[in-house]
C-alpha cells in the first residue's frame, strides 16, 4: 500500500493504471468504510483512499479542531483491507490559495442538512470535484447514511458530464441499529445507550407508511415529538422522495425517511428508505 501526500506523486503512481475506484474519507475509519473499500476493490485494478477533513464542509461553530484524527490507526486498517493507494494531503495541498471558485449544489444545498448546515454542501461538493480531478476514478464509492450528500454528489457528476459511476453503498450499523459514524466515539456511555432511538423511530415511520399512512406532516410531527421527550434535540424528521428529496406526491413510490438530531453535543443523522407497491 502506498500513502501518497501530493497530487504530483498521486497522479504519477496513478499514471498507467488502467482504471481506479475512489472512495473518499475524512479518516477515523469503522466498518462502515471498510464496506465501501469491499465493494470498491472488485470494481477496478487499483482502489484508492483518501483521507481529508475537509474544513470548507464545516461551519464555525462546527467540530472541525476537534474532528477525530487517527491517520496511523486508518492505515493500519486500510492496509489489511488490501487498500492499493491512500491519498492524505495536508490543506495547503487541496487549497494551495484562498478558494474562491466553489461549486453550488442548486436549491438542494439549502434544504434538510443543508438549512441545519448553511454552506455545508457547497464544501462538500466543491472538496470532491478537486479530488475527482486529482484520482480521475472511473467510480466512486459513497455511504447512504449521508443520503442527501449522495444525491447532491450523483448530480454534480451528471450535470458536470463527469466520466464517473457514483456507486451508493447501504448504511452500516452496530448490532442494535445505530448507523456507525465517526461522530459516534463523541457520545457518552448513556447516551450511545440512548442513540438508537434514532434509527427505532425511522423504522416505525416506514412501517406506518407501508401500512398505509400519508399524512406525512403527522408522522413527522410525532417523530419529533418523540425524539423530544427522550431528551433529543431534532433538527428535522422529513418524508421525501428518493430521486431528488422533494416532498412526495401521491404518485411516487421510492420514499425515504431522513432525520438529524443532537443528543448532548453530537448530531446524528440517519434514513430509511421505502419502497411501496407499485
Not at 224 to 235: F, I, Q, T, V
Request: hydrophobic residues 40%; glycine residues 6%; contains cysteine.
Amino acid at each position: 500500500m502506498d500513502i501518497i501526500h501530493s497530487v504530483a506523486d498521486l497522479r504519477a503512481r496513478l499514471q498507467g493504471v488502467p482504471n481506479n475506484v475512489f472512495v473518499p474519507t475524512m479518516g477515523n475509519l469503522h466498518e462502515g468504510h471498510i464496506q465501501l473499500i469491499d465493494i470498491a476493490k472488485p470494481r477496478a485494478a487499483c482502489t484508492v483512499v483518501s483521507i481529508f477533513v475537509n474544513r470548507l464542509q464545516f461551519g464555525p461553530q462546527e467540530d472541525f479542531d476537534r474532528y477525530p484524527r487517527t491517520f496511523e490507526a486508518d492505515c493500519r486498517r486500510l492496509r489489511k483491507a488490501g487498500v492499493d493507494v491512500v491519498f492524505a494531503p495536508d490543506e495547503k495541498e487541496i487549497y494551495p490559495e484562498p478558494q474562491t471558485f466553489v461549486v453550488e449544489p442548486s436549491d438542494l444545498q439549502h434544504i434538510l442538512d443543508g438549512a441545519a448546515r448553511p454552506g455545508h454542501f457547497r464544501g462538500v461538493a466543491t472538496v470532491v470535484l478537486k479530488l475527482f480531478n486529482m484520482v480521475s476514478p472511473h467510480s466512486a464509492i459513497f455511504g447512504k447514511k449521508d443520503y442527501q450528500q449522495y444525491i447532491v454528489l450523483r448530480d454534480m457528476v451528471r450535470q458536470f458530464a463527469l466520466p464517473i459511476e457514483i456507486i451508493p453503498a447501504e448504511t452500516v450499523r452496530a448490532p442494535d441499529g445505530l448507523a456507525l459514524s465517526s461522530r459516534n466515539a463523541y457520545l457518552s456511555p448513556k447516551e450511545r445507550r440512548e442513540a438508537p432511538r434514532l434509527y427505532k423511530t425511522l423504522r416505525q415511520a416506514h412501517g406506518e407508511i407501508i401500512a398505509g399512512a400519508r399524512d406525512f406532516q403527522r408522522i413527522e410531527l410525532h417523530i419529533m415529538s418523540e425524539l423530544a421527550n427522550h431528551g433529543w434535540r431534532p433538527d428535522y424528521v422529513a418524508v421525501r422522495r428518493q430521486a431528488d428529496l422533494q416532498a412526495p406526491t401521491a404518485a411516487d413510490r421510492d420514499l425515504v425517511v431522513l432525520a438529524a438530531a443532537r443528543i448532548g453535543k453530537t448530531r446524528l443523522i440517519d434514513n430509511v428508505e421505502v419502497f411501496l407497491e407499485r
